[in-house]
């Protein structure tokens, strides 16, 4: 058993949501496989994410044109903070044997995430190295749904970034998400995920919580109500609240 791993039959939450959708041929994956790769697929989204923000400051830089934040250099700090958070270099994914810590779904379904990663920070060059604007509204949320709507299209999969207060429409949760989200905002913090069979045992959840960070609260945080620096009002959330999650669901049979 991995450390942080906890399986429960509750509700889920999702900040993202990750649908696997059955290829035309069908196949099965063990839940073993699946919740593995479902794991390390929330992680690389995070992992995005964290680039992003660890880049904000340059990113919003009026002064400066050429960022050089290019596809390649966030790539590479993309792969960085993957293996920070895993242990797994995905520079060396396709020489990994296939294992229960590297499943074969995983080394198949990683390396689109991170090409569609990079060709997200492609288009976005344009914001990004704009001069005379400061906020670019190009911030880990806008990462994370750009990635998202990209490789679903590429990979078969569906993303879904929603929370109980959203700011995008799309991101609206359903009754499900609303009630699970719920759930979790009043349990403490975790270093955990969780992972739930649904559909009759036919489909795997997991739920890798998110929670909101110092650099998060300059637009989320107090005072509640006053607008921030992208005009919406701010939530008054603290350090430690919960932000979302990252949940993934696989199919693990052809219907």
Request: charge should be neutral; charged fraction near 25%.
């Amino acid at each position: 058993m991995k450390k942080g791993w906890i399986a429960l039959t509750a509700v889920l939450v999702t900040f993202v949501t990750v649908q696997f959708v059955m290829p035309p041929s069908g196949w099965a994956v063990e839940r073993a496989e699946a919740e593995e790769t479902a794991r390390l697929l929330a992680n690389l989204l995070k992992a995005g994410r964290s680039v992003i923000e660890q880049n904000q400051l340059l990113i919003d830089d009026q002064h400066k044109g050429d960022k050089g934040f290019t596809p390649e250099v966030f790539e590479q700090q993309l792969v960085q903070e993957f293996r920070k958070q895993t242990g797994l270099d995905l520079s060396k994914l396709q020489n990994t044997p296939a294992s229960i810590m590297v499943p074969p779904l995983a080394k198949e379904l990683l390396p689109p995430f991170v090409l569609a990663s990079k060709e997200v920070i492609r288009d976005a060059q344009g914001v990004i190295n704009q001069l005379g604007l400061g906020y670019k509204n190009f911030i880990p949320a806008t990462y994370g749904s750009k990635a998202a709507a990209r490789f679903s299209k590429q990979s078969h999969v569906r993303l879904k970034q929603t929370t109980l207060q959203p700011r995008n429409p799309e991101n609206e949760p359903d009754d499900y998400e609303a009630s699970v989200l719920k759930w979790l905002s009043g349990r403490p913090r975790a270093d955990a995920y969780v992972s739930e069979l649904t559909d009759r045992g036919k489909t795997l959840r997991v739920v890798m919580p998110l929670y909101y960070v110092t650099a998060c609260l300059t637009c989320h945080g107090e005072p509640k109500g006053d607008l921030d620096i992208s005009g919406y009002p701010k939530e008054g959330h603290h350090e430690g609240d919960l932000a979302g999650a990252i949940t993934v669901s696989t199919p693990l049979t052809r219907p």
